[in-house]
């Protein structure tokens, strides 16, 4: 009631009521929605409610708005191969560390994660994007064949075709998953794995 | 060497070498490529190397070419729930027999699924569609929820939470799936199968 008096918590930068993050983050909802390439500044602006020159004044350009978007999926992605646990253990565990960490970040990172897995590779800033997840996408590939190898995982599955269909299961995440619906991230996450690993058959007693 | 001189298959509708069959085909690609929305009839005769009015000889609108194409994924999908493996055996056979089903329409009208897969619903064309997608859906989820009430898959897995990863499994194969690539579609289909119902695991023997 009183906030249009006297503003409690001005900005520290920026034009009131947003910063960086908070532009980035509707941004990327505004890029899912229309597509990267048919947002213009413009439109952008609109969906902001603020100037092309108050956007200008965060970010230099769409394409740095873009790969900091993109940085918010893919900083996650790439730090949990630098995580202790992925490293620790047989095969097989690693391998569940990288999927049940994965799952956290699509659910946490939903909006940036769907604008990196949408990717088309149009320009520069899409090109080494698509690089550095298919970087991540090879650790998951290369703990596959080194889980067959141990014993832990089935042989009869070709390891890149097992990798595709793993990362199908997951990435369908950020499509469906909601953070207010009736199963947790947890269960999801849950659900998941053992889906995954032990399949949907009930197994014998 | 002498198509130039003497056409020896004249079509029998249409502009020589095209016809709806074909615009089809090309439409659906570039729709993928572009986005529905952003294709506009004269970029469609761009790619098809014909006029505007050359593809109004083939079909009234764009609106009617994105139903047409639709139709190509969503009628064989229709089809399957009136096999009659559709409702014969053990509430898990037929949900194999649906998913394995839906791998075949999948692998044989990838670019026409991908279109389906990736609507917004931002026309009545496409939200009818996407109303006969979740039919088709729902039905695999009757067919979770009574496989488990039967016994045969587990139930510590919420079936929607399941239906979901299923479809996520299956859909993934538009992006990655090859008709050239060293898995051949048989492959796909059986590793599909076992990694969703008996998990990556190996089993005790």
Redesign the interface.
């Known amino acids: 009631m009183t906030a249009s008096i006297a503003n409690p918590s001005p900005t520290k930068r920026g034009r009131p009521g947003y910063d960086q993050e908070s532009v980035l983050s509707i941004a990327v909802e505004v890029f899912n929605m229309h597509?990267y390439?048919?947002t213009s500044m413009g439109k952008l602006a609109e969906h902001l409610g603020i100037s092309k020159s108050a956007i200008y004044h965060h970010v230099p350009s769409k394409g740095d708005l873009l790969r900091l978007a993109l940085d918010e999926a893919l900083v996650p992605l790439e730090a949990i191969a630098r995580d202790e646990r992925a490293s620790k253990g047989t095969a097989e565990e690693r391998l569940k560390f990288f999927l049940r960490s994965t799952i956290r970040v699509l659910v946490k990172r939903q909006q940036y994660v769907t604008l990196l897995l949408r990717l088309r590779g149009n320009t520069e800033i899409e090109r080494d994007a698509l690089q550095r997840r298919r970087a991540v996408d090879r650790k998951v590939s290369d703990l596959?064949v080194e889980a067959q190898q141990e014993?832990?995982?089935?042989?009869?599955?070709?390891p890149?075709?097992?990798t595709?269909?793993?990362?199908?299961?997951?990435?369908?995440?950020v499509?469906?998953f909601r953070d207010d619906g009736?199963?947790t991230s947890q269960?999801?996450e849950d659900?998941?794995i053992?889906?995954?690993?032990?399949?949907?058959?009930?197994?014998a007693q």
Chains 1, 2 share one sequence.
């Open positions: 597509g390439d048919a596959v014993g832990s995982l089935r042989s009869d599955i070709d890149r075709t097992a595709r269909l793993l990362f199908g299961t997951i990435n369908s995440l499509e469906w009736d199963v269960q999801v659900h998941a053992t889906m995954m690993f032990d399949g949907l058959h009930k197994r």
